[in-house]
């Protein structure tokens, strides 16, 4: 089972950047393809973005803030989030179901994981 620890999150001001950190470890982690999920207070997780070996896919609600890449393991992927706004404000997560490919990724993907890591926390405020 893949399994996943989430980190680089923190309280950001509105404008600013952060990386967000996924490391993946278990059998055949690094051939999956991963999407970013979040959680804001009182609302749903909704999708964020995927990867995969090939080109990334992004929620629709994503207007190019945000960039998603892996690194050259395979076991690590990051979300790169750039002018941070106080409705990015949730908890981040990134999960897989052994998915081979991205194609079609949505907030519907969410419920079929059936373990999620502690996520990584990002806050946005003056």
């Known amino acids: 089972q893949v399994q996943f620890v989430e980190s680089g999150g923190g309280l950001v001001q509105p404008g600013g950047s952060l990386r967000l950190s996924c490391a993946a470890s278990g059998y055949g982690a690094k051939y999956y393809a991963i999407g970013w999920f979040r959680q804001a207070p009182g609302k749903e997780r909704e999708a964020v973005s995927c990867?995969?070996?090939?080109?990334?896919v992004y929620a629709d609600w994503v207007k190019g803030r945000f960039t998603v890449s892996r690194d050259a393991s395979g076991y690590t992927v990051y979300l790169h989030i750039n002018n941070l706004k106080p409705e990015d404000t949730a908890v981040y997560y990134c999960?897989?179901?052994?998915?081979?490919?991205?194609?079609?990724?949505?907030?519907?993907?969410?419920?079929?994981?059936?373990?999620w890591g502690q996520g990584t926390r990002v806050t946005v405020s003056s």
């Open positions: 990867i995969s070996g090939s080109e990334p």
């Open positions: 999960a897989t179901e052994a998915w081979v490919s991205c194609a079609g990724f949505g907030s519907d993907w969410s419920r079929g994981i059936d373990s």
